[in-house]
């Protein structure tokens, strides 16, 4: 099979959606997933199916791992925060400069805030002069180790392997993005900020009129927050309370779209939630300009390491990227002092 093909096949394997069963055209004929992962098996069999054919042949397969990442890495992530993020990829030095529009209104009235990131570092707060932004990157990576005789014998797939290592990827850019959200929060003015114990109906729809002003506002919260997102009184039809009872949460608050931060949690202890449940952020946010920036740069690069004492192969990923917010007086701030990161404990008999 030609290279281009083979790239086709992987492309398929690793944006696939395993439930849903879905036929995917490749050349002029279509097929299922397993069928795709069946040819995409095979070929790998033929690239590394001896350990010799594995050393001739492990370029061609690194290049193609890095050429899947670079193409799904961000397509993924676009997809994913799509309601609040613009993702751009650049080259190799190159520099991504996002240019910010900026209504009449908001040019009259305030300061632009922008949070500037250092990966797991600091998040400064600053003012930006101009409408363009400029978004740094640092290095990210991702490993995943897996046995020879797991390759040989078909007990691990590409799409899997590529996967693993594109989900981690992928959480860290997350958690990226929510340390910068919090940092933006922190630098807000009072009047734009409201802490209360619980939901106020009152509180949130004065922050809501204000923000109004620089056109329809969202509110963007976790599910948690949401489901407690509930009017105090005087329900309006039983169509909300059954929409309450099917989803957990209103889709829509007096007008405004509510829309959900995915959640995560830090670790497998399930301890620490990534995205802080008690905070919600509001404001108007249109197609061309959205708070938060991410920014891939370059090729990915994968390496392995190989003197492991069980013959097992240890794949690492190199990706440049970087994320930076931006948010003007038109961003407020809603914050549920009743939510925490920190998941509870459940009362069980002592073990």
Not at 186 to 208: C, H, I, N, S
Not at 270 to 278: G, L, S
Not at 308 to 332: E, R
């Amino acid at each position: 099979m030609e290279y281009k093909d083979l790239l086709e096949l992987a492309r398929i394997a690793v944006k696939a959606d395993p439930a849903a069963p879905t036929a995917y055209s490749f050349g002029n004929e279509s097929y299922t997933l397993d069928q795709v992962n069946s040819a995409l098996q095979s070929e790998f069999q033929k690239l590394a199916g001896t350990y010799a054919d594995y050393r001739e042949n492990k370029n061609l397969i690194f290049r193609l791992i890095e050429q899947t990442i670079d193409e799904v890495l961000p397509a993924r992530v676009e997809q994913q925060y799509a309601q609040f993020a613009e993702v751009r990829t650049v080259g190799n030095g190159d520099k991504a400069i996002f240019r910010m529009r900026v209504t009449e209104a908001a040019r009259k009235r305030a300061k632009t805030f922008v949070t500037r990131v250092g990966l797991a570092g600091r998040y400064e707060v600053f003012m930006l002069d101009g409408k363009q932004l400029e978004v740094g990157t640092a290095a990210i990576g991702g490993a995943a180790r897996i046995g020879f005789e797991e390759v040989l014998d078909g007990r691990i797939q590409f799409s899997e392997l590529t996967g693993l290592v594109m989900e981690g990827m992928d959480e860290f850019i997350y958690r990226e993005i929510a340390k910068a959200l919090e940092a933006v929060v922190k630098g807000l003015p009072r009047y734009q900020r409201a802490e209360v114990a619980g939901f106020d109906e009152a509180t949130m729809d004065e922050l809501l009129a204000i923000a109004d002003t620089y056109g329809r506002a969202s509110i963007y919260c976790t599910f948690e927050f949401a489901s407690k997102m509930l009017p105090q009184q005087n329900w309006v039809s039983d169509d909300m309370k059954n929409r309450l009872w099917a989803e957990g949460w209103l889709g829509n608050y007096k007008g405004h779209n509510v829309i959900i931060l995915p959640q995560s949690v830090v670790d497998e202890t399930n301890m620490e939630k990534v995205i802080d449940p008690a905070q919600a952020y509001i404001m108007p946010v249109g197609q061309d300009n959205k708070p938060v920036k991410i920014v891939f740069e370059g090729p990915t690069a994968v390496r392995t390491v190989e003197d492991n004492d069980d013959w097992s192969t240890d794949f690492q990923t190199y990706k440049k990227f970087g994320v930076a917010t931006f948010f003007t007086n038109y961003l407020f701030s809603y914050r549920n002092t009743d939510l925490t990161k920190e998941t509870r404990t459940h009362n069980l008999p002592n073990e």
